[in-house]
């Protein structure tokens, strides 16, 4: 088996066809494409099969019925795009299939791991000795943040859960805004919490927690708070929070699955005051970093509890080097994620990450105030890169016929959401790729709708 340069030939082409769809292609495939990934139910091959063969068959079928989520046309979810110097670091990465798990069997990889941790330290104004888990997204993020709080809140209750485990454990109280992202719920069930364990805090029109509605906090608590509502984008007050935190040995967790980058941006870095002083950080980088999936960072001030947590030993596994990656992150074994991270950083640098933040809030204020004139209304605060928006005379199912039409036109692709009692529809902006012609066309498909549903 050898790197033949016509299987890479076609795997260039691939991408090359797929880059060409990417400006003009329908942005959710044709049902047709879709229908040919039948193809794939084949019974499993008694034989080997060509890898130029396998490659063609994923040109063939793969290609046509990719999402172009990447692409600037595509605002559901929230979910970014791809630096194509990121992709070519991937690649690389696959070809030394390097195992991040241990120093010795990644050099590269720990060494990058640990200048891209100082890169981010900085990036965020994040106190020295921080620490930088490289994990598969948000929702992990999460989770490896948070089990090293319990672990330092369990401590502190004089608990040691190694040893004890969760069934007699102290009680740690969970105070969460109660429009928390649903995988910190996930997560947290993950680690054996449950609804029981929860005190919700409740928001305001914007998402963000009410703090005169927060409990009397002790030191039994860890406090979830947001940095980038998944609707609307808002911030929660860091200052207040932490400080309330800080006065009763509570932990606050930030999940900043995308605005947990917003300190980067030269505009609205202010909207992120105070999340410096929180304890841990879930951030995506496969959001606005714009660098492939899967890939997310948990970071931890409390760096002792964070290696207490997840320090693998076993008397095969060799610790030697300066950084032994293993030790922040669940997996032993896992894909050397700090590479591509510091791809894009060091590409990017602090100026064109924070234009390419700016950039995409940028669009989301034009295209808000463009809606606005076309007969919707914005339902929320356009702070940053996300807007809410309905029909300014509440009929929802013509709202939702319009939002069909434009689906269904290919052109561009909106994600329905649900916002203060209403169905709505939202727009996320966090691709690269996003230009303004992008959005002359994804407005020119809202009028073209508009016109065909009528009144
Ligand atoms: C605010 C927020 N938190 C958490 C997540 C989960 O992230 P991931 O899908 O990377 O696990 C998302 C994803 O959209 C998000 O927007």
Sequence with gaps: MSFDDELFKCVLETAREFENNLKTGPVVPPQDAIDALGEFNEAMPKGKTDALDVIKQLKRLGNPAATLSRSGRFFGFVVGGTLPVTVAADWLTS??????????????????????????????????????GYVTGATMAGFTALSSARTRIYKNLGYDLKVGGLRRAPKIRFIISEDIHATNIRALNY???GTED???VPVDDQGRMRLEKMPVLDNSCIILAQ???INSGAFDDFPEICARARKAGAWVHIDGAFGGWIKVSPSRGHLGE????????????????NVPYDSAIAI??????????FTISASYLTTE???IPNNFTPELSRRARGIDVWAALKHLGREGFGELIDRCCDHASWFSGELQKIGFIIMNDVVINQIVFCLNDNDDLRLKKIMDHVAASGKTWF??????????????????ETTRADLEIALGAIKDAINAVGG
Excluded at 274 to 289: F, N, P, T, V, Y
Aim: net charge negative; aromatic share 10%.
């Design 95 to 132: 070809t030394w299939d390097q195992n991040s798990g241990l120093t010795m069997l990644g050099y590269v990889n720990a060494k990058l791991e640990q200048v891209a941790q100082r890169w981010i330290i900085e990036l965020l104004s994040l106190p020295q000795g921080t620490a930088v």
């Design 321 to 323: 080097g300066e950084r």
């Design 191 to 193: 680690m054996g919490y």
């Design 415 to 432: 994600g329905p959401t649900h916002w203060q009692g209403r169905n709505v529809y939202r727009m996320s902006i966090s691709s690269h």
């Design 300 to 309: 931890c001030r409390d760096r002792e509890a964070m290696l207490e947590t």
């Design 198 to 200: 929860f005190e919700f």
């Design 227 to 229: 940095a980038g509502n």
């Design 274 to 289: 105070g999340m410096e002083l929180a304890d841990s950080w879930s951030i995506d980088c496969h959001k606005w970093l």
